[in-house]
């Protein structure tokens, strides 16, 4: 690499993934669904798709937890952590901060593998219900995992009237 007269060097920068939330005007998302596993050592393997997005936007850092017995939630750890600061700046006697820090307190920070894995803890495995087959999806900032049978029976559960109704005026 050259060296012109003022001894400045010019190197190549990397993208480097985001520290916190956003840039502004541009907003990352995860969208759609893809079959996925957990092994029996309790890795959740990610799609090849998810892990490259996730890695490309935030890096291979993430936390792991649930905020409802239905599923797993799988944040690039920027996300969480900007969460975690939002709620964290409200009074701590606050019963849904005391609630959400109970819930999020099983959860664990982990990094995926090279393989994709992330480990997810048993608590989480056992209650959601997430071994074997699983689906993982995108929504919006964050990864939902559930178990197979759980998407099927969201999948054949019709919207109703007033749900339908909801989503129409979402589109006008």
């Known amino acids: ?18 520290v916190r939330g956003f840039p502004e005007g541009s907003m990352e998302t995860f969208r759609g669904s893809y079959q996925a596993s957990v092994d029996d050592k309790g890795r959740l393997k990610l799609p090849a798709r998810l892990k490259g997005q996730l890695e490309e936007w ?27 600061r939002r709620f964290l700046a409200r009074p701590s006697l606050d019963p849904l901060v005391q609630r959400l820090l109970e819930h999020a307190n099983y959860g664990q920070e982990d990094e995926v593998d090279a393989q994709g894995r992330v480990l997810v803890p048993s608590l989480l495995r056992e209650v959601v219900g997430v071994t074997g087959e699983v689906v993982v999806s995108g929504r919006g900032r964050f990864l939902a995992v559930v178990a197979r049978e759980r998407a099927h029976a969201e999948l054949a559960a019709p919207f109703s009237s007033d749900e339908l109704a909801a989503l129409a005026a979402l589109e006008q």
């Open 58 to 84: 935030y890096g291979s850092r993430v936390f792991v937890t649930s905020l409802s017995p239905l599923e797993l939630r799988v944040y690039p750890l920027a996300v969480w952590e900007e969460l975690e």
């Open 1 to 18: 690499m050259a060296v012109d007269k003022s001894g400045v060097k010019w190197t190549v920068v990397a993208h480097a993934p985001m």
